[in-house]
């Protein structure tokens, strides 16, 4: 079956704009999960989703990032006045519960020039 | 707070060696532990997990116990193969996140 898709799953942006990822998790997996990884470092949690509310917004790197959840499928994640320090693969994974196995996207490689 | 540290890598063996890699956390109460694999230009997928101290996840050969008197979960595999060569990272979840480790790259070579 269709597994967790990304898009775009490149992305190269210039400083100082703005940028919007997306994610379509497995259907009828009720938590998403957000990560970021950097060049040689493990995964960044950032925030998760159970349906379409996320309890937990703490690992956020700044308030220039927010994420949203609709129909309790996809997810977008955005980055505003994007940094070069956001450089990154940011990956999205659901699961059929908040503890249950996690399957991956393929990712979206951001480049911020 | 909550972590998992794992062996820095890469790891390079010859084709049926030994294989351990390492892996200890920090956490509070009675967090699951899991391994994750990342193929060459393949997304990460689940390699094994375990929920509660002393349980051993085991799947295509690899195993891990989960110790938690020394709050340790190595990854081992008794005779390793060249399609083995990838990414693997130590994961945790407590109270809703997971926390990863940061990759251990393994080689093998024929």
């Known amino acids: 079956g269709a597994g967790v898709s990304q898009s775009p799953s490149n992305k190269v942006t210039e400083k100082g704009k703005d940028v919007e990822l997306r994610c379509d998790p497995i259907?009828?997996?009720?938590?998403l999960y957000w990560y970021r990884q950097s060049l040689g470092q493990g995964l960044e949690f950032l925030i998760y989703?159970?349906?379409?509310?996320?309890?937990?917004k703490s690992g956020l790197p700044s308030d220039r990032f927010s994420a949203e959840r609709t129909g309790g499928s996809v997810s977008t994640l955005t980055i505003q006045r994007t940094q070069q320090e956001d450089s990154a693969v940011y990956l999205c994974?659901?699961?059929?519960?908040?503890?249950?196995?996690?399957?991956f996207g393929p990712g979206t490689r951001l480049l911020v020039l | 707070g909550d972590s998992v540290t794992q062996m820095e890598g890469p790891v390079t063996l010859s084709e049926e060696a030994f294989l351990t890699i390492n892996c200890t956390y920090t956490?509070?109460?009675?967090?699951?532990l899991f391994w994750y694999v990342q193929y060459p230009g393949e997304g990460l997928q689940l390699l094994l997990k375990a929920t509660k101290a002393d349980d051993k996840g085991s799947n295509k050969g690899f195993e891990a116990t989960y110790r938690k008197e020394t709050t340790s979960f190595h990854l081992e595999k008794g005779s390793v193969q060249v399609s083995d060569s990838a990414v693997y990272f130590c994961a945790l979840y407590n109270f809703n996140k997971f926390y990863f480790g940061s990759g251990t790259k393994l080689n093998v070579k024929p």
């Open positions: 259907s009828g997996h009720t938590a």
């Open positions: 956490a509070t109460g009675y967090p699951s």
């Open positions: 994974a659901s699961s059929l519960g908040t503890a249950e196995t996690q399957y």
């Open positions: 989703f159970q349906g379409n509310s996320a309890p937990d």
